[in-house]
């Protein structure tokens, strides 16, 4: 039997691997390894999957950072590039200025000059024939002497003394009413704590529980802290202390005290001296027109608030001579334009005001007088009057006939009307004489802010029931001559003046005019009314009047 030889079967094809980059040598050599050799390509499509997968790709980002590593390094902005650059911009900018002012030069050069709208008043009403004299008013005025001034209560370097809580402190500790409640060991009550003890009100409880009073020279010190406002917890701590135990503080309020408590918020000397009117000059004041150049260091709102909180709870245990002098320091205060312009309308100061003129009203006739005239002696010009009218409230009888009684004198310059009521004939001789001279002028504002002012003024002074059509006085050459009638006259002049030069005396915008016509029919209606007839101020305040 023939044996046959086997073929060995052939190799099978060796395949090409691809090449294995350098970057992952380890995924690569892993997935080969698994892998069996005798394994057919076609049956595992993975691997050229995984390969591909494997093969890193260039981004745009990576060719960017390549390229940035390959530039330069850009070099150092120093600081003398930096002076450089500015003053690079400097020039330019001093030359659009430059070229702006030529322009801006030979812009003007082309127009013809014109006169301002103030100048232009003034020659149109001083080239008008019968203009009225209550429009003289509105003229701009030409000197220093003429121009309206306004009150400053604070000084321009104001020396408010600091209050330190280490003198605070020793004084407290120093006093026999709080010796009992430290204990053995003074050092209880330290500086460190002694704004705890104040703010916790632990110094109101323990005083209010005891019977003993505070030392004089403790209760100075605490009304100085309310005013000097070292800090607004502790002084409002102080604050509550005093209207507490005001008992304790009314027997040392006199007037000095009076006097240095609105001396610590910043009052100047000219302004707290009672005797001296409140005249504006170089020293004690600033003129309506000039600017201010720089507002002084005056104390905050929250201090001086806190001052007129303290006043006003402490007037019922004042001495009539003391309280005649915080009427006339409030009054002060009250017209200051730098600080107390926008504040007159805040509660605290209409409280003060109201407490004043109710407590006046409880305190007679005759401090009434002596107050009213230390007014009228003391507020001498025309704008301030207005400012002080237009801040008297009329929320009752008393403060009503208390702001109709210094109205009417304020307007007519006369102390007849500080007193009991005069004859209706003073009065109206007195406005006709005021609207037929030069001294009804408010130059402050515009040309219809000022005419209303006028208007709320006779508003004021002719107030009066009792004015009726047989108001009549003798002239010069013994004729008749009836005042209402002649007041009437007057306004309306002034009203067809102002109707026909509306638009030059600017007033077109305003309600000036309508004003005018209004007061014109009040007073007619006042002329045909009979002897003892109430206006509607008679009638809501005075009921009971004949």
């Known amino acids: 039997m023939s044996t046959r030889r086997r073929r060995r079967p052939p190799p099978p094809p060796k395949r090409k691997l691809p090449s294995i980059t350098p970057h992952q040598p380890s995924s690569s050599s892993s997935s080969l390894s698994s892998l069996s050799p005798l394994e057919s390509p076609a049956e595992d499509d993975s691997e050229d999957d995984i390969l591909a997968f494997l093969k890193p790709k260039q981004s745009s980002a990576l060719i960017s950072t390549a390229s940035a590593a390959l530039r330069p390094p850009a070099p150092k902005l120093t600081m003398a590039d930096i002076h450089a650059k500015l003053a690079k911009n400097k020039a330019r900018d001093n030359e659009i200025s430059r070229a702006q002012k030529l322009f801006e030069q030979s812009e003007t050069s082309k127009q013809i000059p014109t006169k301002s709208a ?157 005797t001296k009117p409140l005249e504006t000059d170089s020293q004690d004041g600033r003129l309506s027109d000039t600017t201010d150049k720089g507002e002084p260091d005056l104390p905050r709102w929250w201090n001086i608030s806190l001052v007129l909180k303290m006043l006003s709870r402490l007037l019922q245990g004042l001495s009539d001579d003391v309280f005649r002098v915080v009427w006339g320091l409030v009054v002060r205060l009250s017209l200051d334009e730098r600080r107390m312009k926008e504040r007159r309308g805040q509660p605290e100061f209409l409280d003060l005001v109201e407490n004043l003129l109710q407590q006046l009203e409880c305190r007679g006739y005759q401090l009434t007088r002596t107050i009213l005239s230390e007014i009228y002696a003391s507020v001498i010009d025309r704008t301030l009057q207005v400012q002080l009218l237009g801040l008297l409230p009329a929320t009752s009888g008393f403060s009503h006939d ?70 009549v006085e003798r002239t010069e050459k013994g004729t008749s001559e009836n005042l209402l009638d002649k007041l009437i006259l007057h306004l309306n002049h002034s009203k067809e003046f102002i109707q026909a030069a509306g638009f030059q005396l600017n007033i077109e915008k305003s309600n000036a005019k309508d004003s005018f016509a209004k007061l014109i029919i009040r007073l007619e209606a006042v002329r045909q009314r009979k002897r003892g007839t109430q206006t509607v101020m008679d009638r809501y305040f005075r009921p009971n009047l004949e």
């Not at 006199?254 to 707290?272: C, H, N, P, T, W």
């Not at 208390?402 to 007195?430: H, V």
Request: aromatic fraction near 6%; include cysteine.
């Open 402 to 471: 208390f702001r109709k009684r210094l109205a009417r004198a304020f307007f007519s310059r006369n102390t007849i009307y500080l007193g009991p009521e005069p004859g209706p004939g003073i009065l109206m001789g007195s406005i006709i004489a005021a609207l037929a001279s030069k001294e009804i002028r408010i130059s402050k504002g515009e040309s219809h802010t000022q005419l209303q002012n006028i208007i709320d003024i006779i508003n004021i002074a002719v107030d009066d029931g009792r004015w009726c059509a047989n108001v």
């Open 118 to 274: 103030s100048a232009a008043l003034n020659t149109y009403l001083e080239t008008q024939e019968g203009v009225p004299a209550i429009l003289g008013m509105l003229k701009k005025p030409t000197g220093k002497a003429d121009q309206l001034p306004s009150w400053s209560f604070f000084g321009d370097t104001p020396t408010v003394p600091q209050i330190l809580l280490e003198e605070l402190c020793a004084s407290i500790r120093a006093s026999t009413c709080i010796r009992p409640f430290l204990g053995s060991d003074p050092r209880d009550l330290g500086v460190e704590n002694i704004r705890d003890f104040l703010v916790s009100g632990a110094m109101v409880d323990c005083l209010g529980s005891c019977s003993s009073s505070l030392d004089p020279p403790l209760c100075h010190l605490f009304l100085d802290t309310v005013c000097a406002g070292i800090d607004e917890d502790v002084s409002f701590s102080c604050l509550t202390l005093v209207t507490t135990l005001r008992t304790q503080f009314e027997p040392i309020l006199d007037q000095s005290r009076i006097v240095r408590i609105f001396e610590l918020i910043g009052g100047s000397k000219a302004a707290l001296d009672p």
